[in-house]
C-alpha cells in the first residue's frame, strides 16, 4: 500500500502520545467556528485540542434565551452534519442542542472554562498556556495553532462613569429579572430594539436611547416597525441624538438635544456592540 504523503507545511501525525496536553493541532475558541475547524483537523488524521475560556459554543450560549436566529438552518451546519428543525429560522436552544450533538458525533476533544494567557514559541513548536477557574495552570504543545475566538465577548466599553457597577449588562439574557424596574437599553441596532422589546412586553419600564437620529436601517424589517411604534406610543421611552454621561446607583445622566436629563434607574444594558 502506497504511503501517503503529508506536506512539510502541515502538521504530522503523532505515532505516540506521551503528553496527554501534546497535539497536532491547538484550537482556541469553541465556537461553531472553531468547531469547524477541529473536525476539519481531526478528519484529515491530526489530533486536535480546542480550549474555550468559556462552555462549548459560548457566544451562542449568551445570546437571549429565546431568541430566533435571523439565517437558516443550513448556514448554521458544520461537519456535514443536518441541522433538523421544523422552524424556517431555528431558536438559540436547538442550535446549543445542534452542536452539542456534533461535538458528541467527532468526539471533539474541548478543554472547557480553560482561558488562554500566552501563546509561544512558532511554526511546528508552539506552547500554550491556559488557567482554569481555579487558576490551576495548564501547558499545551501544539504544530499548529488556531484562532478563533471571534468577537462577541469584546464588549464595546462607553467609557463613562458607572459604566462597571454591577447593574450595567453588555449581553442580555432574559426579562423575567426585570419586571417593574426602571431600565434603560443603550443603542440603535437588533439587538438593542430586541431587548428593549422583550424587557417592555415582561413589565419592565424600558427608556432606549440612541447616539443617532433614528433606529438604525439595519434593524431587521420585522422588528423595526415593532419598535418605532412603541416609541411613537410612548410605550417605551425612546431619546435620540443623545448619549449617557454617567450612571449612578438609581438615576443616569442623558445628554440630550434638549440638555441634560436624569432618568430613575434600576439597570442598564449597553447594547453598543
Known amino acids: 500500500m ?5 506536506p512539510e507545511t502541515l502538521p504530522l501525525p503523532k505515532a505516540t502520545e506521551k503528553l496527554k496536553n501534546l497535539a497536532d493541532v491547538i484550537v482556541i475558541g469553541a465556537g ?9 483537523a481531526q478528519r484529515a ?12 459554543v459560548n457566544s451562542i450560549y449568551n445570546y437571549p434565551a429565546n431568541m430566533s436566529f435571523f439565517t437558516t438552518p443550513e ?6 452534519i443536518p441541522f433538523s428543525t421544523s422552524r424556517q429560522k431555528p431558536t438559540r436552544e436547538e442550535a446549543l442542542e445542534y452542536y452539542r450533538k456534533v461535538a458528541e458525533h467527532y468526539r471533539v476533544d474541548v478543554s472547557q472554562y480553560e482561558r488562554v494567557k500566552t501563546v509561544n514559541g512558532g511554526d511546528n513548536a508552539f506552547h500554550i498556556t491556559a488557567t482554569d477557574r481555579l487558576q ?8 499548529k495553532v488556531i484562532v478563533s475566538t471571534g468577537y462577541y465577548d469584546m464588549a464595546n466599553m462607553m467609557k463613562i462613569p458607572g459604566e462597571d457597577m454591577a447593574k450595567v449588562f453588555h449581553y442580555y439574557r432574559e426579562p423575567h429579572p426585570f419586571f417593574d424596574t426602571d431600565v434603560l437599553v443603550i443603542g440603535g441596532k437588533n439587538s438593542a430594539a430586541i431587548s428593549a422589546l422583550d424587557l417592555w412586553r415582561h413589565g419592565a419600564r ?7 437620529p433614528k433606529m438604525h436601517s439595519h434593524v431587521k424589517y420585522w422588528i423595526l ?5 412603541r416609541i411613537k ?7 435620540f441624538n443623545s448619549f449617557v454621561t454617567a450612571i449612578e446607583a438609581d438615576f443616569v445622566l442623558l445628554e440630550t438635544p434638549e440638555g441634560e436629563i436624569r432618568l430613575p434607574n434600576d439597570f442598564v444594558f449597553a447594547m453598543t456592540g
Request: aromatic fraction near 6%; charge should be negative; proline fraction near 5%.
Open 2 to 6: 502506497p504511503v501517503k504523503q503529508i
Open 32 to 40: 461553531p467556528t472553531g468547531l469547524a475547524c477541529a473536525i476539519e
Open 45 to 56: 488524521g491530526f489530533k486536535v485540542i480546542t480550549i474555550d475560556k468559556g462552555c462549548l
Open 75 to 80: 448556514l448554521l451546519e458544520i461537519g456535514d
Open 136 to 143: 490551576r495552570i495548564y501547558d499545551y504543545q501544539a504544530r
Open 206 to 212: 424600558v427608556t432606549l436611547v440612541h447616539r443617532g
Open 225 to 229: 416597525p415593532d419598535i418605532e411604534n
Open 233 to 239: 406610543n410612548q410605550e417605551i421611552a425612546g431619546y
